[in-house]
T-cell receptor, first 111, second 115 residues
Framework: GENVEQHPSTLSVQEGDSAVIKCTYS??????FPWYKQELGKRPQLIID?????GEKKDQRIAVTLNKTAKHFSLHITETQPEDSAVYFC??????????FGKGTKLSVKP | GAGVSQSPRYKVAKRGQDVALRCDPI?????LFWYQQALGQGPEFLTY????????KSGLPSDRFFAERPEGSVSTLKIQRTQQEDSAVYLC?????????????FGEGSRLTVL
């Protein structure tokens, strides 16, 4: 089945800097790659997603890139703000129709 | 309802007890997912339904775990003879179609503590 690896597990940046989180997946049949943000004690919420027919997608300060050949995708957050501090999870849409998550990256943005 | 609803929000069980966790998905959502999230970890896939059909149960950790969605709406995750390692937050999520179709909407979770 699908396996998703996520790095780094923790990331600390200064306010205004960029943050990059990387994920790799194993199932070449996966074609949907969302990113979820989970604040402490709250439910995960979708922030951006990308499908395999697209190499890059951007939404304001957030962008995601996908390299299907290498089976990796990344989340880029520019001009980070303290409210970006949270745990971010990547996921890959498995060929069976389920969704497999990475272990998460705890992002801390220092003011 | 407005969102995915889970109950109970908190459950404390003695080791060996059986527990049942309920999920009310968003009305009309075809797909329903159960995940287990240990402290500081990512959601671990348990099982997935499309309507009443359980299409994938490969993530259930043992035969003590059982899930059902008999009428294609409400789902129940049952854990028999609970063990301490079962302590986690159990997240339910629903989506309009399968995971490939778009956003999963999560409930707030049921936090299970096994003593």
């Amino acid at each position: 089945g699908e396996n998703v690896e996520q790095h780094p597990s923790t990331l600390s940046v200064q306010e205004g800097d960029s943050a990059v989180i990387k994920c790799t997946y194993s199932d070449s049949a996966s074609n949907y790659f969302p990113w979820y943000k989970q604040e402490l004690g709250k439910r995960p919420q979708l922030i951006i997603d990308i499908r395999s027919n697209v190499g890059e997608k951007k939404d304001q300060r957030i962008a995601v890139t996908l390299n299907k050949t290498a089976k990796h995708f990344s989340l880029h957050i520019t001009e980070t703000q303290p409210e970006d501090s949270a745990v971010y999870f990547c996921a890959a849409g498995g060929s069976q129709g389920n969704l497999i998550f990475g272990k998460g990256t705890k992002l801390s943005v220092k003011p | 309802g407005a969102g995915v609803s889970q109950s109970p929000r908190y459950k404390v069980a003695k080791r060996g007890q059986d527990v049942a966790l309920r999920c009310d998905p968003i009305s009309g959502h075809v797909s329903l997912f159960w995940y287990q999230q240990a402290l500081g970890q990512g959601p671990e896939f348990l099982t997935y339904f499309q309507n009443e059909a359980q299409l994938d149960k490969s993530g259930l950790p043992s035969d003590r775990f059982f899930a059902e969605r008999p009428e294609g709406s409400v789902s129940t995750l049952k854990i028999q003879r609970t063990q301490q390692e079962d302590s986690a937050v159990y997240l339910c999520a629903s989506s309009v179609q399968g995971a490939h179709s778009g956003e999963l909407f999560f409930g707030e979770g049921s936090r299970l503590t096994v003593l």
